[in-house]
């Protein structure tokens, strides 16, 4: 697990000096405080940092060169089946010098090309420099667990696992307003593009090469295509093979020379890689639960639950408000982006509080876009039938009884499939933000809409299946994004089980009547793994990491000056709004009004994250 950063070009000599190198590079000394290495030669510059998980010696010291010289590899990630590999390459004549996964795919690349990246079972971005052919190759991970931009500029590519390291490259943190629509009303920017101008984000299961000053992208790692290819016999008994596959994918996430534990909330997801990793080691799991004093909240009790059914060293947190708005900024500066999810600055405090304990902690993140867990994808499978009831869900009286029937209501009343859900992955319906004062919806957000189009072809008619396929591809790389970042703000490291490539396409290709068996969410997973779990967590509601930002708000004075200035920030200022609409809507909400809560915080973090990353701004 590290941070890896680079500059190529079309120069004889190298892109950068080893002072700018270094700078370059430490920026990202928190994805990596373990060793740190340079490579320049003509036309290439690469910088490392590592944080050391396997063969902690300097033999695993990077950049890395092959045994011939031919090739340099830079990589930040971990490939949970290296050993099996390298016992593969030693049978083909390959020698060894380290216990590293880094001399694997080095010497994979050598002989197969971007091909190899097939082969791996992993998280991953891979920078390896050809010196013979002048060749750069990025390649990252199929769901995008591992980060990777770039930024192609005067004949030269840059790349970096965080945006930040571009800045220490003397690349100018501009805000490009052209995103600010989708940033708006999605909260983060989906596809290659970032808030940042000309920064792109290179796509999950894609590599990239480039060579004398061209870039050509190419996607390796298909889901819809893999879906199509997923053997049959995983319907005849799902949760058998569900059951297999998952312990088999925390038991090989388990690999480690230092440390590890599991981040455990009081949920299924959480609960289940507890279980499973309890059940495999042979000493107690580490366990790390945030606590709030607010009960609506806390899943404390939940989580204890799981800990002391298997006996676990559990570990807990409770944040005191103070602390967190001490470090919003901080946060906000890891994250190179806004806050867009609740538990944000959370994760980085229960991470940072792991650290001294653990280097490694395993997290339950994808269950929900993998094996339906939110609400909203059993919405979609009765949305035919609840056409039929359009004009009763219109009524104000029953609107009034359940608020999120206001919410269905909207898209009912839209026509197209497509515009219905691009509009429904939005926190807040168009009439929504309008009401705030925030302009019409315009779009397009081609993106988004190729990834509809690519799930209507695999589901056809089948709107909850498309649901899941498209948050696959857009909310799901937010959540990685945070979770990578906040994480490894601390020098830890998180690895996703949920996520390993054999459980999400075998899931994928799965028929949604094994996925949507009952009214509860994740049902599959539930009659594959509920019976490890205490019968509380099991007819728990479902909360997800989320955490009383309405009371902060409400309460913190520094919070409450903020908003109050969101009318007037500079970031809004190529959208025209209407500053009175909004004024009220914010004077409602210290009033006691719930309505807009939501989008206020999101508002929020966008303008903090503008003042930090853009016009650098240090408290």
């Not at 805000?175 to 983060?188: I, P, R, V």
């Not at 949920?267 to 609506?296: C, H, K, Q, W, Y």
């Not at 009765?382 to 209501?409: D, E, M, T, V």
Request: charged share 25%; hydrophobic share 40%; with cysteine.
């Amino acid at each position: 697990m590290c941070g890896i950063c680079g500059v190529v070009s079309t120069e004889s000599k190298p892109p950068l000096s080893e002072v700018e190198l270094t700078v370059m590079r430490d920026s990202l000394l928190h994805r990596g405080p373990d060793d740190a290495g340079n490579y320049l030669a003509p036309g290439v510059a690469l910088g490392v940092r590592r944080l050391a998980i396997l063969d902690l010696s300097d033999k695993g010291h990077m950049p890395m060169a092959s045994e011939d010289g031919r090739y340099r590899i830079i990589y930040n990630g971990e490939i949970y089946n290296f050993q099996s590999l390298r016992e593969e390459l030693i049978r083909r004549g390959i020698r060894f010098h380290s216990g590293t996964d880094t001399e694997v795919i080095l010497n994979l690349y050598a002989l197969e090309g971007p091909e190899m990246l097939n082969r791996l079972n992993g998280m991953f971005a891979i920078a390896i420099w050809d010196n013979q052919e002048r060749r750069l190759f990025l390649g990252r991970d199929r769901l995008g667990v591992k980060p990777l931009y770039y930024v192609s500029k005067d004949d030269r590519l840059y790349f970096a696992s965080e945006e930040k390291a571009f800045f220490a490259a003397g690349i100018p943190a501009k805000f490009d307003s052209a995103n600010l629509e989708e940033l708006t009303y999605f909260h983060y920017i989906a596809g290659e593009r970032t808030p940042y101008a000309g920064i792109k984000r290179l796509l999950p299961g894609h590599y990239l090469i480039w060579q004398q000053g061209k870039i050509k992208i190419s996607r390796w790692w298909n889901l819809a295509q893999k879906a199509r290819q997923a053997k049959e016999e995983i319907s005849k008994n799902p949760e058998e093979w569900l059951r297999n596959t998952f312990d088999d994918a925390v038991k090989i996430r388990r690999i480690s020379d230092v440390p590890l534990g599991v981040f455990l909330s009081g949920g299924l997801d959480s609960g289940s890689v507890a279980a499973s990793m309890a059940r495999e080691g042979s000493s107690p799991v580490s366990a790390f639960t945030i606590r709030f004093n607010e009960s609506d909240y806390d899943e404390g009790p939940l989580a204890q639950a799981v800990a002391g059914q298997y006996r676990m060293n559990h570990h807990e947190l409770k944040v005191p408000l103070a602390k967190i708005i001490d470090h919003l900024t901080d946060a906000a500066r890891f994250l190179d982006e806004p806050m867009v999810h609740a538990s944000d600055i959370h994760l980085w405090m229960i991470a940072a509080y792991a650290k001294d304990k653990v280097t490694v902690l395993l997290s339950g993140e994808g269950a929900d876009e993998t094996m339906a867990g939110y609400g909203w994808y059993h919405t979609y499978r009765l949305l035919p039938a609840l056409q039929k009831f359009r004009s009763l869900i219109n009524c104000q009286i029953i609107q009034k009884l359940h608020p999120k029937l206001q919410k269905l209501h909207q898209i009912l009343s839209l026509d197209l499939d497509l515009q219905k859900m691009l509009r429904n992955f939005s926190d807040h319906l168009p009439a929504d933000l309008i009401d705030f004062g925030i302009p019409p919806l315009k779009g397009p957000f081609e993106y988004r809409l190729k990834v509809l189009r690519e799930a209507e072809g695999l589901y056809p008619q089948d709107l909850a299946r498309q649901a899941m396929y498209y948050d696959q591809h857009t909310y799901l790389c937010s959540i990685l994004d945070r979770n990578d970042k906040m994480t490894m703000a601390t020098s830890v490291e998180c690895r996703t089980p949920f996520l390993d490539y054999r459980l999400v396409e075998g899931l994928a290709s799965l028929p949604s009547k094994v996925l949507f068996q009952g009214p509860q969410n994740k049902s599959l997973l539930r009659r594959a793994l509920g019976s490890r779990l205490p019968p509380a967590i099991l007819k728990g509601r479902k909360k997800g990491f989320d955490v009383p930002w309405t009371v902060y708000m409400r309460q913190n004075s520094f919070l409450k000056e903020q908003i109050l200035q969101l009318p007037e920030h500079p970031v809004w200022k190529s959208l025209t709004l209407d500053r009175k609409k909004m004024e009220n809507a914010i004077s409602g909400f210290f009033k006691g009004n719930d309505t807009y809560a939501r989008l206020i915080r999101h508002l929020l973090m966008m303008t903090l994250w503008h003042d930090v990353c853009i016009q650098g701004k240090r408290a």
